[in-house]
């Protein structure tokens, strides 16, 4: 359905319960061509499987050039960004940045989609 919506221009049809779980980067390079409510926030997979109840498939969207790979590298430039646009102390923004991104840093793209892909088919084996 993913690739028949955004790639072969499928006329929508009106989904009366979600068929797709779709998690993305918040890249602003993004940008998919399919009906809303096929389409679901990828908030928490398992609170969204539980209330919506999904039971079809769940998507993953890498790309390339992702601003989370490498992310140490890029250090002083969010640091000086949370300085200068919002106005944070440099000893705020520093702690920020130390304490999110190892949490948030991607290693490589294609490695780490194939690491949430085995994740969650281990914690979500139905669907």
């Known amino acids: 359905m993913l690739l028949e919506y955004h790639n072969l221009d499928r006329p929508f049809e009106t989904y009366g319960n ?41 998507a993953l969207i890498e790309h390339n050039n992702c601003g989370m790979v490498n992310l140490h590298e890029r250090k002083e430039l969010f640091i000086q960004g949370l300085i200068d646009i919002a106005g944070w102390s440099r000893e705020h923004a520093e702690e920020h940045f130390m304490t999110f991104a190892p949490k948030y840093e991607i290693g490589n793209e294609i490695e780490f989609i194939l690491s949430e892909t085995k994740r969650l088919r281990l914690q979500y084996p139905k669907i």
């Open 18 to 58: 979600a068929k797709m779980l779709i998690g993305m980067c918040m890249d602003n390079r993004k940008h998919l061509h399919m009906p809303d409510n096929l389409r679901i926030s990828f908030v928490q997979v398992g609170l969204t499987c539980a209330t919506v109840s999904l039971k079809c498939h769940i």
